[in-house]
């Protein structure tokens, strides 16, 4: 199956710095990635929608400000935190679909996933 | 509105046995997909099988089986022959075409645990 990467797989940094998140589909190219954080024993929230070449997509009191998603090639997507706070600290997972179709059976192929610590 | 319920948090099952993890859901929309994934606990989500919302038959993916009752807005994953390494997070998930944009919304998740 088709395989997405992600950098780094574990980050711990300082209050206020900014850490950014690189997600990479090696053998395929990724139209839409996905960019979804999840919190320890809960599910995965989505966060923002990143199709190449344009403005991501943020859900809902997710601030777009904060969370900065460049998604500049078909293979990479990356997500900015910036000024990171200890409420920041979470997993963040990123996921891509293979470009071009719209079909509901399109399946998201997971990066490993980077895990945050601000302390 | 887009939904999926997972009730139960966590489940045991004996090794060999067969296990259920249920899911419903809520769409309006006619056209979507069901998909269950796996989490173990190295964070990774590893894609186990999909079901159509206009698929006549249950999907299966070797002792993976989802048993779709549309009517019901239910899709639940059937594990057959319970191994040790099955003990992980399991997400239920669907993508509404229509409605839903080409957003995968999740479930809350059931625990697995397989006893030896």
């Known amino acids: 199956g088709a395989v997405v990467s992600q950098h780094p797989s574990w980050v711990i940094c300082k209050s206020g710095t900014s850490v950014k998140i690189e997600c990479r589909s090696l053998d395929f190219q990724a139209t839409t990635m996905f960019w979804y954080r999840q919190f320890p024993k809960q599910s995965l929230m989505l966060m923002a929608t990143?199709?190449?070449?344009?403005?991501?997509?943020?859900e809902q009191g997710v601030e777009k400000d904060k969370f900065l998603i460049n998604h500049a090639s078909l293979t990479l997507s990356t997500l900015t935190v910036t000024s990171a706070h200890p409420e920041d600290s979470s997993f963040y997972i990123c996921s891509a679909a293979t470009s071009g179709s719209k079909s509901s059976s399109d399946t998201q192929y997971f990066g490993p996933g980077t895990r945050l610590t601000v302390l | 509105a887009q939904k999926i319920t997972q009730t139960q948090p966590g489940m045991f099952v004996q090794e060999k046995e067969a296990v259920t993890l249920d899911c419903t859901y809520d769409t309006s929309d006619p056209s979507y997909g069901l998909f269950w994934y796996k989490q173990p606990s190295s964070g990774e989500m590893i894609f186990l099988i999909y079901?159509?919302?206009?698929?006549?038959q249950n999907a299966t993916e070797g002792r993976y089986s989802l048993n779709f009752q549309k009517a019901r807005k239910s899709a639940n994953l059937v594990i057959s022959a319970s191994q040790l390494g099955d003990s992980a997070m399991y997400f239920c998930?669907?993508?509404?075409?229509?409605?839903?944009?080409?957003?995968?919304?999740f479930g809350a998740g059931t625990r697995l645990f397989v006893k030896a």
């Open positions: 998930a669907m993508r509404a075409l229509n409605t839903g944009g080409f957003k995968t919304i």
């Open positions: 990143s199709n190449e070449g344009s403005k991501a997509t943020y």
């Open positions: 079901q159509g919302s206009y698929d006549q």
